[in-house]
């Protein structure tokens, strides 16, 4: 079976533009999150998405936002480009429809997106 | 949930089992204990979780404190491919959302 994929791997843009980070889940997958990580640290929680519905957003500015479509593939949006910004940006889909603190997530290989 | 300690880096001799260790003294009662490695240029991949009882599978093994302060993930056998970061996470159960909070985590260095 597929794991989860994501699009593209790597992305170069300048500072004021937006960008657009693609997620599929693993077949099944209704539960998409996205995490941001910084060279050196460990990933950072952004969103999630549960059956196309917002579930939780980490400490991130409005800058961010993300969607879940129908057949439960997602999009990440920034706007307005900061070099802050430039990270590995990850998407991670889980199978367990309730929160029973033992889910687990599986990660995609991440977008690397470059802020010059 | 709950915050954790690792410590910052490691090694380990390859072919020669290696020991994790994961500070957790504020853990609750109904917090799991997740441990997830992310190998050089790719995602966090999951390698093993456990609420109270020591835990195998075919990666790793969790011996979990009695008192579940502390925990410690083994690799019985280091290999090369071992050497990674790994996070020793924990989750509480209830409404909310799945996500996983981590640190800075354990770098472990293999040696050939």
């Known amino acids: 079976d597929a794991g989860v994929t994501q699009s593209p791997t790597h992305l170069i843009k300048t500072r004021g533009q937006q960008v657009t980070l693609r997620c599929s889940p693993i077949s099944g997958h209704k539960s998409v999150s996205w995490y941001q990580q910084v060279l050196g640290q460990g990933p950072q929680f952004i969103f999630q998405?549960?059956?196309?519905?917002?579930?939780g957003r980490g400490n991130f500015p409005d800058r961010f936002s993300a969607r879940q479509f129908p057949n439960y593939s997602s999009e990440l949006n920034v706007n307005a480009l900061l070099l802050g910004d430039s990270a590995l940006y990850l998407c991670?889909?889980?199978?367990?429809?309730?929160?029973?603190?033992?889910?687990?997530?599986?990660f995609g290989p991440g977008t690397r997106l470059l802020v010059l | 949930d709950a915050k954790t300690t690792q410590p910052n880096s490691m090694e380990s001799n390859e072919e020669e089992p290696v020991h994790l260790p994961c500070n957790h003294s504020?853990?609750?009662?109904?917090?799991?204990i997740h441990w997830y490695r992310q190998l050089p240029s790719q995602g966090p991949e999951y390698v093993i979780h456990?609420?109270?009882s020591n835990v195998n599978n075919r990666m790793a093994s969790l011996a979990i404190a009695e008192d579940r302060k502390s925990s410690t993930l083994i690799l019985h056998r280091a290999t090369l491919r071992d050497a990674a970061v790994y996070y020793c996470?924990?989750?509480?159960?209830?409404?909310?959302?799945?996500?996983?909070?981590f640190g800075k985590g354990t770098k472990l260095s293999v040696i050939p």
């Open positions: 991670a889909s889980s199978p367990i429809t309730f929160n029973s603190g033992s889910e687990t997530q599986y």
């Open positions: 504020t853990i609750s009662g109904t917090d799991y």
């Open positions: 456990g609420l109270t």
């Open positions: 998405y549960y059956e196309k519905e917002e579930r």
């Open positions: 996470i924990l989750r509480a159960p209830g409404a909310g959302s799945y996500q996983l909070t």
